[in-house]
């Protein structure tokens, strides 16, 4: 197999100049702010700055949209109306969970009801008076004449304000439609159960917001939204601290002890926090200008999948988005892995494999919880995208050896289940269309199936993530077959006529009228450009189907080439992950959206590097910059990101299970993994 030539051992990975020095304070080059400069019709990431620790339960972001506007922050904005515990993963799944904190300060003829409704309490802000790190954010409220700074730790945060002399200063509290209690001069609780699905009944997101300076003003309106104040002198500081629970209010009060320091405390901890955790790849060389993009890009891969879990006892509890009970271990959720097992966890269980472990541990935990494998968890089960990828996460995890005999059980009989169930109302957990693809070897197009092509070659990858799981599990050798044979099942919607992939009727004749230019239809957020590709673990079988190396050759080079027209009949309009392909220049190739991110690397795989090289290189020169419109697309919860980190690095995981690479063009003149 050439990709196999191609595969190497991950330490020190060059050596080519050893005079440079490693970069030092790795996160002091992260520009949260990368990606923000994006709206529904053109993404440069969808992203909003997460003032987090790595993986944390909550984020922190300035709050520019209005609420429920899943734009919360977007670069071009004037004006920010509260400073808002998110949960958000992506603007299209929105939050859950939330609550805001709008400091103010009432003028003249102001009274605090007044100040209760968002555009009344928002105020003009700069750039020029922000500062965006992933530990530390500040910016200054015009109207209100107050700086506000945050610092996070995992499940808490202090926010410190610097009021003006005034006799009516305070902050605003927004429960998103929850309630709220002032207990005490110092001490407000509250609880939200805001949400976009996703989550049982019960579900509910307890916070505690507690004040170092006492309240003398109070008001509130219905409940939800709430204005504490009190007189300050001009310069002086007040801290809150912030914490939340989604397992109960006093779980809420024990994780505020995470702030329990003073605001310069909990801020060096996190910085240092982020330090140990950017730094596990130290690189030297490269421009300043690559080595902030690296560590943009490095950020951004380790936030999602967030943890879902709590410490209780000095043990790991969480509440259930599965089955509403809380339990006892760990989870995480937050991500798409039709977007994230390409790329972002391969990347994980390589640099941090401690996490890659936790994070199926959490799936084995789910699946005792529920019959189905998260696909896109946010918290629970959401109906979004398609394939049954968790089937290479826990294949990448168990062929990494981060899976307990024990757990991997467990996930082999969830993912066993998949294969033969679809989530009743969740079409994207399990597999939907099973019953055809099972008996014959693929999703028609034309039984009322969307997105029949991309469903079936996602499941033939799927199954062969399954067949090394019975493999490793030393399950029955007919068993083992079974998976191993469906695993082929991408042959069945190729067709040689074309050398693409193409939708075909039940009756074994292809799709008619076909175009390799539409999206949609047979394919998902792509076109046949982008989804011949998507054959990860038979990239041999690929070529031989095509006819050859040069055949499969000269069709990489065709997308590239072609130009970048589309039929959007399937959708009705331009979606913008089309506009983002169009705008990139470079023919068809859509690296702003996720099937296509591999494609570069087949040129590895047939042995072009040269090729391979040009392109990455031309992707991570132009396509990737750290500045707010500086992603070409979604950056989707660390996947896009992943791209440019293991691009930076020489090398790519063209099959993300597998645990072997394809080479690039590494960026850096030294890169050292440090586990
Ligand atoms: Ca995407």
Redesign the pocket.
């Known amino acids: 197999m050439v990709l196999g030539a191609s595969m190497m051992a991950v330490s020190v990975l060059l050596t080519a100049s050893c005079s440079e020095a490693f970069v030092q304070d790795p996160v002091d080059l992260v520009n949260p702010l990368m990606g923000t400069a994006s709206d529904f019709r053109l993404?440069t990431g969808n992203t909003y700055p997460a003032i987090a620790l790595p993986w944390g339960m909550n984020f922190w972001t300035p709050q520019t949209g209005t609420k429920g506007d899943g734009w919360q922050y977007t670069y071009g904005a004037h004006t920010i109306a509260g400073f808002k515990q998110t949960h958000q993963p992506s603007p299209w799944i929105n939050d859950y969970g939330c609550f805001s904190v709008m400091p103010v300060r009432l003028q003249e003829g102001q009274t605090p009801e007044m100040m209760l409704a968002e555009d009344a309490r928002r105020s003009f802000f700069s750039h020029q008076s922000e500062t965006a790190l992933p530990y530390f954010y500040r910016v200054y409220l015009a109207d209100h004449d107050v700086s506000v700074e945050i610092t996070p730790t995992e499940r808490a945060a202090v926010m410190r304000l610097t009021f003006p002399e005034s006799n009516a200063s305070g902050f605003v509290i927004d429960s998103y439609g929850g309630e709220l209690q002032i207990v005490d001069d110092r001490t407000i609780i509250g609880s939200t159960s805001y949400n976009h699905g996703g989550v049982p009944e019960n579900f509910r997101n307890w916070f505690i917001i507690r004040s170092d300076k006492a309240f003398v003003l109070t008001a509130s309106e219905e409940g939800h939204t709430a204005i504490v104040g009190f007189s300050t002198r001009r310069g002086e500081q007040v801290n809150l601290r912030m914490a939340s629970s989604f397992i109960s209010a006093s779980q809420a009060e024990a994780n505020l002890q995470e702030a329990g320091g003073s605001f310069d405390e909990v801020k060096s901890a996190a910085k240092a926090r982020w330090n140990e955790v950017l730094g596990r790849i130290a690189i030297a060389g490269g421009t300043p200008e690559q080595q902030k993009t690296f560590y943009s890009c490095l950020y951004r891969c380790t936030l999602f999948p967030r943890k879902f879990y709590e410490i209780s006892g000095g043990r790991q509890v969480h509440y259930s988005p599965y089955d509403g009970l809380v339990h006892d271990g760990p989870l995480y959720t937050d991500t798409?892995f039709?977007?994230t097992f390409r790329a972002l966890l391969p990347l994980t269980n390589l640099v941090y494999p401690e996490v890659g472990r936790e994070i199926v541990r959490g799936l084995a935990n789910i699946a005792r919880e529920n019959d189905f494998l998260p696909e896109w968890a946010s918290p629970g089960h959401r109906d979004c995208m398609v394939g049954n990828n968790s089937a290479s996460v826990v294949a990448g995890a168990a062929l990494a050896g981060l899976v307990s005999d024990e757990d991997l059980q467990v996930l082999y009989k969830a993912l066993v289940y998949g294969t033969e169930h679809s989530h009743p109302g969740i079409e994207s957990s399990g597999r939907y269309g099973h019953e055809y693809y099972n008996s014959l070897g693929y999703i028609p197009c034309d039984v009322g199936i969307n997105e029949s092509v991309a469903r079936t070659l996602e499941y033939a990858y799927d199954d062969w993530c399954i067949a090394r799981i019975a493999a490793l599990l030393g399950r029955p050798q007919e068993e083992i077959a079974l998976y191993e044979g469906r695993s082929g099942n991408w042959r069945n919607v190729f067709d040689p006529g074309m050398n693409l992939m193409r939708g075909r009727k039940a009756d074994g004749s292809f799709e008619e009228p076909f175009s390799p230019y539409k999206w949609g239809g047979a394919f998902t957020?792509g076109n046949s450009w982008h989804y011949t590709w998507s054959v990860f673990h038979d990239v041999p079988g690929l070529v031989a189907a095509m006819g050859g190396k040069e055949n499969f050759e000269k069709m990489l080079d065709s997308v590239f080439v072609v130009p970048p027209v589309y039929d959007d009949s399937y959708y009705g309009y331009r979606i913008h992950?089309i506009t983002e392909m169009q705008v990139a220049d470079m023919g068809n190739y859509a690296h702003?959206?996720?099937p296509a991110q591999h494609m570069i690397y087949l040129y590895d795989c047939i042995g072009e590097r040269d090729k391979a090289a040009a392109r990455a290189r031309e992707v991570m020169d132009r396509l990737y910059k750290p500045v707010p419109d500086g992603y070409c697309?979604?950056e989707?919860n660390g996947?896009?990101s992943a791209w440019y980190v293991f691009s930076a690095m020489g090398y790519y995981p063209v099959n993300p299970a597998s645990g072997e690479f394809a080479k690039g063009a590494p960026l850096f003149s030294r890169v050292e993994v440090r586990k």
Do not use: P
Request: hydrophobic letters at 5%.
């Open positions: 993404s798409g039709w977007d957020e992950e702003g959206n996720q697309g979604d989707d996947q896009t």
